[in-house]
């Protein structure tokens, strides 16, 4: 049994051809395709690419594509032969064997079987005495042939050994098409395997396919039961993915390339849970998940300039401060189970990489699990960084805490139970609390993460690979001043349910870039949740808290639409609560704070009835009232 060999087009990364080769090296994959585009704007000669392949211990397994093979026209068919023979020559000198080839997609193209079988036939013979074999793929948007059941039929037809079919994702998953019509397809006749996944777009094909495929893991295909029926019908070749993306055709290369090794990794194990592998094929298998709970913890940066509003806006939360770090800048706020660790201090290994000082942000999540070192593990079998560390000042350094980077300001924390002890013993200042409040809340509902553009799917397909979480349809709201794209993503753990928000202001370049002013509390926030939202704003409102005010406007609109009361609405007027239900009689109650800084705020929220939205239809309200602050 062999290990599935991992492959990926050229196409896919940014860069020149060798700078593509070298991160395909370094990311793991065993070989790749050469897009004919990248061959003929490298410097490089054929033979020399071959090289250097060799050296970097890739294989060259299909030199695509190969198009409008066929013609209705004999004279352009003829020339089309000449035209293939010179390919040949291109890919002996290569090394490659294996040549793509679409079908057409002109109105010239052959539009009856007997032909196209014929012509087939005479370029299979071709590809044969030259020591070559032909992958036939259909394209989606084919003049004749556009479904891959299509394509198998000619091949079989044509019964030739130099013939095959390749078969991609996104060809057959975009139309609709069942792909369980593979397990039929002979594997020996199956030459090529090209995988992409895209989220869920009406529009034409063409166009979703040219600008909008992505990695496994980071759209919406059921790519697992295609990879199950493609194991099942005896495919033993590379599994290799096609993107084109144009977010990814300026993206580190580096990067695009480690994502796209890890997307194939996180799907075999995907497809393993489907089927059995055969006894030729072994389906990768990382160490399982270990044990997770729910969000224990929080630090912010807040730097120097906001730690004071913000340690006032979480004491209005109901938080206490109760310890202090003399040394490291740290204070210390609880609340039942929850703490809170804010970050006074400038450029030190505690303060959000690339996040300015006067910009408060979200720099660790900290969730409960008993056993990390699972985590850690897991996660660098599938190529994610993780590391275990310590808090500066705690004496016993131990592996209670391991930490993964989510976003280039954010990292999540698996820490066990002890963990806790340890790290609140560094605190060395107590200060005096003179009153204990009750709990205005008891547990992080969710975390709205900011996500520039060109990280939001290696974000995804981290949280989906590594940790499992489901994704919810994305959502996309307009605001007065622009468009902010989310995307829920949760998981069901022992403690509860994680929910984390990836909201994406598009346009925005990187992490490093602060938002304009104008965009504040457009995409980060922490929401606790309640068991009595007006208990929990009126207790509030008596720490202080003056809660984000609404337009009387949504309230008459909301009086409109659900029958209320006259006193339930005054009250959510008075206190800054918005509303939503979903048809099964779930309610989703819930109210946030100002700003902190340009883009921090928190949401208090209150769910009944199994509830499981976040309350969006009130986004485009709540963004509205934050621009008028």
Same mark, same amino acid.
């Given at each position: 049994?062999?290990?599935?060999?991992?492959?990926?087009?050229?196409?896919?990364?940014?860069?020149?051809?060798?700078?593509?080769?070298?991160?395909?090296?370094?990311?793991? /994959? @065993?070989?790749? +395709?050469?897009?004919?585009? =990248? &061959?003929?704007?490298?410097?490089?000669? *054929?033979?020399?690419? %071959?090289?250097?392949?060799?050296?970097?211990?890739?294989?060259?397994?299909?030199?695509?594509?190969?198009?409008?093979?066929?013609?209705?026209?004999?004279?352009?068919?003829?020339?089309?032969?000449?035209?293939?023979?010179?390919? /040949? @020559?291109?890919? +002996?000198?290569?090394?490659? =064997? &294996?040549?793509?080839?679409?079908?057409? *997609?002109?109105?010239? %193209?052959?539009?009856?079987?007997?032909?196209?079988?014929?012509?087939?036939?005479?370029?299979?013979?071709?590809?044969?005495?030259?020591?070559?074999?032909?992958?036939?793929?259909?394209?989606?948007?084919?003049?004749?042939?556009?479904?891959?059941?299509?394509?198998?039929?000619?091949?079989?037809?044509?019964?030739?050994?130099?013939?095959?079919?390749?078969?991609?994702?996104?060809?057959?998953?975009?139309?609709?098409?069942?792909?369980?019509?593979?397990?039929?397809?002979?594997?020996?006749?199956?030459?090529?395997?090209?995988?992409?996944?895209?989220?869920?777009?009406?529009?034409?094909?063409?166009?979703?396919?040219?600008?909008?495929?992505?990695?496994?893991?980071?759209?919406?295909?059921?790519?697992?039961?295609?990879?199950?029926?493609?194991?099942?019908?005896?495919?033993?070749?590379?599994?290799?993915?096609?993107?084109?993306?144009?977010?990814?055709?300026?993206?580190?290369?580096?990067?695009?390339?480690?994502?796209?090794?890890?997307?194939?990794?996180?799907?075999?194990?995907?497809?393993?849970?489907?089927?059995?592998?055969?006894?030729?094929?072994?389906?990768?298998?990382?160490?399982?998940?270990?044990?997770?709970?729910?969000?224990?913890?929080?630090?912010?940066?807040?730097?120097?300039?906001?730690?004071?509003?913000?340690?006032?806006?979480?004491?209005?939360?109901?938080?206490?401060?109760?310890?202090?770090?003399?040394?490291?800048?740290?204070?210390?706020?609880?609340?039942?189970?929850?703490?809170?660790?804010?970050?006074?201090?400038?450029?030190?290994?505690?303060?959000?990489?690339?996040?300015?000082?006067?910009?408060?942000?979200?720099?660790?999540?900290?969730?409960?699990?008993?056993?990390?070192?699972?985590?850690?593990?897991?996660?660098?079998?599938?190529?994610?960084?993780?590391?275990?560390?310590?808090?500066?000042?705690?004496?016993?350094?131990?592996?209670?805490?391991?930490?993964?980077?989510?976003?280039?300001?954010?990292?999540?924390?698996?820490?066990?139970?002890?963990?806790?002890?340890?790290?609140?013993?560094?605190?060395?200042?107590?200060?005096?609390?003179?009153?204990?409040?009750?709990?205005?809340?008891?547990?992080?509902?969710?975390?709205?993460?900011?996500?520039?553009?060109?990280?939001?799917?290696?974000?995804?397909?981290?949280?989906?690979?590594?940790?499992?979480?489901?994704?919810?349809?994305?959502?996309?709201?307009?605001?007065?001043?622009?468009?902010?794209?989310?995307?829920?993503?949760?998981?069901?753990?022992?403690?509860?349910?994680?929910?984390?928000?990836?909201?994406?202001?598009?346009?925005?370049?990187?992490?490093?870039?602060?938002?304009?002013?104008?965009?504040?509390?457009?995409?980060?926030?922490?929401?606790?949740?309640?068991?009595?939202?007006?208990?929990?704003?009126?207790?509030?409102?008596?720490?202080?808290?003056?809660?984000?005010?609404?337009?009387?406007?949504?309230?008459?609109?909301?009086?409109?639409?659900?029958?209320?009361?006259?006193?339930?609405?005054?009250?959510?007027?008075?206190?800054?609560?918005?509303?939503?239900?979903?048809?099964?009689?779930?309610?989703?109650?819930?109210?946030?704070?100002?700003?902190?800084?340009?883009?921090?705020?928190?949401?208090?929220?209150?769910?009944?009835?199994?509830?499981?939205?976040?309350?969006?239809?009130?986004?485009?309200?709540?963004?509205?009232?934050?621009?008028?602050?």
């Amino acid at each position: 049994m062999s290990a599935v060999a991992t492959s990926v087009a050229t196409v896919s990364l940014s860069g020149s051809l060798d700078e593509k080769m070298r991160a395909i090296a370094d990311a793991g /994959f @065993d070989g790749f +395709e050469v897009f004919e585009p =990248d &061959l003929i704007s490298s410097p490089d000669l *054929p033979e020399d690419i %071959a090289k250097k392949a060799a050296d970097l211990g890739l294989t060259l397994d299909l030199y695509q594509p190969f198009r409008d093979a066929d013609s209705a026209d004999p004279d352009q068919f003829a020339r089309n032969l000449v035209r293939i023979e010179r390919k /040949f @020559d291109v890919m +002996e000198q290569l090394g490659c =064997d &294996l040549l793509l080839v679409c079908s057409s *997609p002109l109105a010239g %193209a052959v539009r009856e079987d007997d032909l196209l079988i014929e012509q087939m036939a005479i370029l299979a013979e071709r590809a044969h005495r030259r020591g070559m074999r032909l992958a036939y793929e259909a394209l989606a948007w084919g003049t004749h042939v556009d479904t891959y059941g299509h394509a198998w039929d000619i091949v079989r037809q044509v019964d030739h050994p130099a013939l095959g079919t390749c078969l991609d994702s996104f060809h057959i998953l975009s139309r609709g098409d069942d792909p369980a019509g593979i397990r039929d397809i002979p594997g020996e006749k199956i030459f090529f395997l090209q995988l992409a996944d895209a989220p869920h777009l009406v529009m034409d094909v063409l166009q979703w396919s040219r600008h909008h495929r992505c990695f496994p893991g980071q759209g919406n295909f059921d790519l697992a039961r295609f990879g199950a029926d493609v194991v099942a019908s005896g495919y033993t070749g590379p599994w290799s993915l096609e993107i084109f993306n144009d977010v990814f055709r300026h993206s580190d290369t580096g990067r695009t390339a480690s994502d796209a090794h890890r997307s194939l990794l996180y799907l075999q194990e995907q497809v393993r849970g489907i089927e059995t592998p055969s006894a030729e094929t072994d389906l990768f298998s990382p160490p399982p998940p270990g044990p997770i709970e729910n969000v224990v913890s929080l630090r912010i940066a807040a730097g120097p300039a906001k730690a004071a509003q913000l340690g006032t806006v979480l004491r209005q939360l109901g938080f206490d401060l109760t310890a202090a770090h003399s040394e490291h800048g740290l204070s210390l706020f609880t609340q039942g189970p929850l703490a809170v660790a804010v970050d006074t201090t400038v450029d030190t290994l505690w303060t959000a990489p690339g996040v300015p000082a006067h910009l408060p942000a979200l720099a660790q999540i900290g969730v409960r699990s008993e056993r990390p070192d699972l985590w850690l593990t897991r996660a660098r079998a599938l190529g994610v960084t993780a590391s275990t560390v310590t808090m500066p000042g705690v004496a016993d350094a131990t592996d209670a805490v391991v930490r993964l980077a989510v976003t280039g300001a954010t990292s999540l924390d698996l820490r066990t139970r002890d963990s806790a002890g340890a790290w609140q013993s560094a605190f060395d200042l107590a200060p005096r609390v003179t009153e204990r409040h009750d709990a205005c809340v008891s547990h992080v509902d969710h975390i709205a993460l900011a996500v520039p553009a060109e990280s939001w799917d290696g974000v995804m397909l981290l949280l989906r690979s590594v940790f499992g979480m489901v994704p919810r349809d994305g959502q996309d709201v307009v605001d007065a001043i622009g468009l902010v794209r989310s995307q829920a993503l949760t998981l069901d753990t022992a403690g509860g349910t994680i929910r984390l928000s990836l909201n994406m202001v598009p346009g925005r370049p990187s992490d490093s870039d602060p938002l304009p002013a104008a965009r504040r509390g457009g995409v980060g926030h922490v929401a606790f949740g309640c068991e009595d939202i007006y208990a929990a704003a009126s207790a509030m409102v008596d720490r202080g808290l003056t809660p984000l005010r609404i337009s009387p406007n949504y309230y008459r609109d909301l009086d409109a639409r659900f029958e209320l009361g006259s006193d339930t609405l005054d009250a959510m007027q008075r206190l800054g609560i918005l509303y939503d239900a979903d048809a099964s009689g779930g309610e989703f109650f819930h109210f946030f704070t100002g700003t902190v800084g340009d883009d921090l705020f928190f949401e208090v929220v209150q769910r009944t009835g199994g509830y499981e939205g976040y309350g969006e239809t009130n986004s485009a309200v709540r963004l509205a009232a934050q621009l008028q602050e």
